[in-house]
């Protein structure tokens, strides 16, 4: 069986679509800032509009079509406050324009920097943020989780450890573990209402660092060393974030 590829076209605005923001003196807007710790990047922060008036058509391998919102993403740069360490990027909730582009969703993203003596000889893996202001927003494959009902401004204080994965290849990873997103308590995606704030402050313990190991052999267990130097079977291939966080 031969499979088609999905096709999308974009009409509603003439031939281009014309993805251009224009605002309305009234429409709301989003800051974001974040405090970036000393050993941390910040990436630039991924903005998602969708647009109902300039539509996608999306075509299946049985070539039957279907139309969803237009799509609007890009990156945008972060602004320094002052000579402090907090960076800020304001997003117009209502983005306007010939399509009428509604904001849908913001990534916000960070790692460690390059730099860091923890990242030497590892691939460094960014922790990612997603905030949904609509439906069809970002897809779900940046492992924050499943998203969970939020309200008004946030000011989010998470403690995030360094974890070190060591694969079968002899390669390693490094990112900064802020507990199993699959935990509601930890996801970190958020479906928000009437937010016009969001401040977020990593607090990083980049003295408390957390390895995984594959087994010597398979089958076997994944196994977490804590930074205290004690070690046990991965729970769902991710530490025990509580465990961690009473060795703070």
Request: proline content about 6%; glycine content about 10%; charged content about 25%.
């Amino acid at each position: 069986m031969v499979t088609l590829p999905v096709l999308a076209l974009l009409y509603g605005c003439g031939d281009t679509t014309d993805r251009t923001l224009s605002p309305p003196p009234d429409a709301k807007w989003v800051d974001v800032s974040f405090r970036v710790p000393d050993g941390v990047t910040l990436l630039p922060v991924e903005v998602l509009y969708r647009s109902e008036k300039c539509k996608t058509v999306r075509y299946n391998s049985s070539n039957e079509s279907h139309e969803i919102p237009g799509y609007n993403d890009f990156e945008q740069k972060y602004q320094q406050q002052g000579g402090s360490d907090i960076w800020q990027s304001r997003v117009a909730i209502e983005g306007g324009g010939a399509c009428q582009w509604s904001l849908r969703s913001l990534r916000v993203s960070f790692r460690l920097s390059a730099d860091n003596p923890l990242a030497k000889g590892k691939k460094v893996i960014a922790t990612n943020y997603i905030f949904d202001f609509g439906r069809y927003g970002l897809s779900d494959g940046y492992g924050t989780g499943r998203a969970k009902e939020g309200s008004g401004d946030l000011d989010l204080k998470v403690d995030f450890f360094p974890m070190v994965s060591n694969h079968l290849d002899k390669t390693a990873s490094i990112k900064l573990f802020g507990g199993d997103s699959s935990y509601e308590k930890w996801s970190r995606r958020y479906r928000l209402q009437g937010t016009q704030n969001i401040a977020i402050q990593p607090i990083i313990h980049f003295d408390k660092v957390v390895t995984i190991t594959p087994p010597a052999t398979k089958p076997g267990s994944l196994i977490v060393t804590y930074p205290d130097g004690s070690s046990g079977k991965a729970l769902h291939i991710s530490p025990d974030y509580e465990k961690l966080l009473s060795m703070k």
